[in-house]
Every structure is written in C-alpha cells, then in structure tokens.
C-alpha cells in the first residue's frame, strides 16, 4: 500500500550541494510527517530533517542552516536540498513517511531502501 523511493544521491566534493527526493506511492494511507534520516559506516542511524503536513520542519543543529527540507504535498513527495556538504555528511540517506494506515487500522512508519552520498575531500 506504500512505497517509498528516493533518489539524487551521489558523488560530490566537500563545499559542493546536492538535492534529494523522496516519492511516495500511497494507497488507503494518510500521510502527515515526511523526513530524512542517516546512517553513516559504523554509525547509528540519526535524524536529519522532518517536515509536517503543515510545513513544520525540524533539523538537528549538525545541518542547520546548510540542509533544507521541503515538500509538494499533492504528490507526497519531499525533498532534501544540501549545501555546503562536509566529508561527515556521507551516508545513506533514508526517506520515510509517516502516517495512518487505513487498511492496518493504526499510525505507522514507511522507509524507502535508501540512497547513497558520498562527500570527498
């Protein structure tokens, strides 16, 4: 009923940008938070930004200000536009969709396979 795909990730050198988009095919599936999280080599999985319905975002304070996160909610998609990228940001970069199943009867979450950013320095 929901499938989650990103794309846009790539190769690029440390001070360069680089875009990301999350779309998600629903069906009898309500979504209210899209977001982006990471996982670096040998690191947890951490938060990189949220956006609401509403278009509440979120970040935490390690790309505030060089990430932004955006969204067309009438074709559940998101975006991550990240600039002024450093060799830490590298990992794979997770899309998920947050939301109410209809045919699960309950809140659940949706997370597409990934995509890979590479930053050299």
């Known amino acids: 009923q929901v499938q989650v795909v990103e794309s846009g990730g790539g190769l690029v050198q440390a001070g360069g940008s680089l875009r990301l988009s999350c779309a998600a095919s629903?069906?009898?599936?309500?979504?209210?938070?899209m977001g982006w999280h990471r996982q670096a080599p040998g690191k947890q999985r951490e938060l990189v930004a949220t956006?609401?319905?509403?278009?509440?975002?979120n970040y935490p304070d390690s790309v505030k200000g060089r990430f932004t996160i955006s969204r067309d909610n009438a074709n559940n998609t998101v975006y991550l536009q990240m600039s002024s990228l450093k060799p830490e940001d590298t990992a794979v970069y997770y899309c998920?969709?947050?939301?109410?199943?209809?045919?699960?009867?309950?809140?659940?979450?949706?997370w597409g396979v990934g995509t890979q950013v590479t930053v050299s320095s």
């Open positions: 629903v069906r009898y599936f309500s979504i209210d938070t």
């Open positions: 956006i609401t319905s509403g278009g509440t975002t």
């Open positions: 998920n969709a947050r939301g109410y199943s209809y045919t699960e009867n309950r809140n659940r979450d949706y």
